[in-house]
């Protein structure tokens, strides 16, 4: 099987810590022969920390020079729509970190695009591949839930503002706790019901914490600079009458450091992601089964081999490109109702 080459754009904590890991054990179907950052001193010594020979500020000369089969993105939000084009353009597959791009015509246009070249577009919501969330599909797809009709998304912290990067910066990130977290529950909610379209959003955000200050968890914040919300919640309706109630903060004052999420609800039974747990009948009772022996897997790594079967024409759960302009049209409609 011929090694596809691969590139990184972004040479930030997400492509050492996440990405290139992954792309070292899979080595035997991809090869990564160039990161590109706006700071070449910093691509060039991520490129060196992880033995990648080449490395770039310009991302012409990534493609003049490696022709990558593949490119990955991991930069800010705001970059994701115009690298993913001009990486669609040279004819590469794209793997684009979350969220897909900073509105909803940007996103619809990277999935026209992609549909158009013939390439795979998809994004890194890599909570797809954990254990429970495998588990829960299994669990739906033998039956075991009937038909779902609602579905709780969570993740919120109690104080976790990022005290460093863009993600108090509106321009660059687009938006704050629903943009960072809401859409990976979002979209494991939104998988799980088939990827629907709402035809009702009501949304709020809410950035009181953010703007006022105080202990924070995760380094100190600026909230003179806070430009985002700190906390949001949404409903959405489904033609189907299946409701998703979803809710994301940096900052909420509540007991636990931090919660991620999910309930689902059918006419049979019902679970709760992490830790999974099923609540059934069972011989004429009230059940609740625990699975305590689920495998820890690596999750980007499998999220990262997902792509690549996609790439390759095989089966894969990655997230589309069409799923992420659904996604991101939601998120929009989201903000745009909390604003009335």
């Given at each position: 099987m011929t090694r596809l080459k691969a590139a990184i754009i972004g040479g930030g904590n997400i492509a050492d810590k996440n990405h290139i890991p992954a792309l070292k054990h899979l080595s035997d179907q991809v090869d990564l022969v160039a990161i590109c950052s706006r700071d070449l001193s910093k691509a060039r010594a991520l490129a060196d920390l992880h033995d990648v020979p080449h490395a770039f500020d310009q991302t012409?000369?990534?493609?003049?020079?490696?022709?990558?089969?593949?490119?990955?993105?991991?930069?800010?939000?705001?970059?994701?729509?115009?690298?993913?084009?001009?990486?669609?353009?040279?004819?590469?597959?794209?793997?684009?970190?979350?969220?897909?791009?900073?509105?909803?015509?940007?996103?619809?246009?990277?999935?026209?695009?992609?549909?158009?070249?013939?390439?795979?577009?998809?994004?890194?919501?890599?909570?797809?591949?954990?254990?429970?969330?495998?588990?829960?599909?299994?669990?739906?797809?033998?039956?075991?839930?009937?038909?779902?009709?609602?579905?709780?998304?969570?993740?919120?912290?109690?104080?976790?503002?990022?005290?460093?990067?863009?993600?108090?910066?509106?321009?660059?990130?687009?938006?704050?706790?629903?943009?960072?977290?809401?859409?990976?529950?979002?979209?494991?909610?939104?998988?799980?019901?088939?990827?629907?379209?709402?035809?009702?959003?009501?949304?709020?955000t809410y950035d009181f914490i953010g703007k006022a200050g105080g202990k924070g968890l995760l380094g100190q914040w600026n909230p003179d600079a806070f430009e985002v919300e700190d906390g949001a919640t949404a409903y959405l309706t489904f033609p189907n009458k299946a409701s998703i109630m979803l809710s994301a903060s940096f900052a909420l004052n509540m007991e636990a450091e931090k919660e991620r999420n999910l309930e689902v609800f059918g006419s049979r039974g019902g679970a709760k992601l992490f830790p999974f747990s099923l609540h059934t009948e069972l011989a004429g009772e009230l059940a609740d089964i625990h699975f305590p022996f689920l495998e820890d897997i690596d999750i980007q790594l499998k999220n990262t081999s997902a792509f690549l079967d996609a790439c390759a024409g095989k089966p894969s759960n990655v997230c589309t490109a069409e799923q992420g302009a659904i996604l991101q049209e939601i998120v929009e409609r989201i903000y745009q109702s909390a604003e009335r």
């Open positions: 012409a000369e990534l493609y003049r020079q490696c022709a990558p089969d593949v490119v990955i993105i991991c930069t800010p939000n705001y970059l994701h729509y115009l690298q993913t084009i001009e990486a669609l353009e040279q004819g590469c597959h794209v793997f684009c970190e979350k969220p897909p791009a900073l509105n909803a015509q940007n996103a619809r246009e990277m999935a026209d695009l992609a549909h158009h070249k013939g390439r795979v577009l998809a994004y890194n919501f890599q909570l797809r591949q954990a254990s429970e969330y495998a588990l829960l599909m299994r669990c739906k797809a033998d039956g075991l839930l009937g038909d779902i009709y609602h579905i709780k998304a969570s993740f919120v912290r109690r104080r976790g503002i990022p005290g460093w990067g863009y993600f108090t910066n509106k321009a660059m990130q687009g938006g704050g706790a629903l943009m960072d977290l809401g859409v990976h529950v979002l979209d494991l909610a939104l998988h799980t019901l088939g990827y629907p379209s709402p035809d009702q959003v009501l949304g709020n």
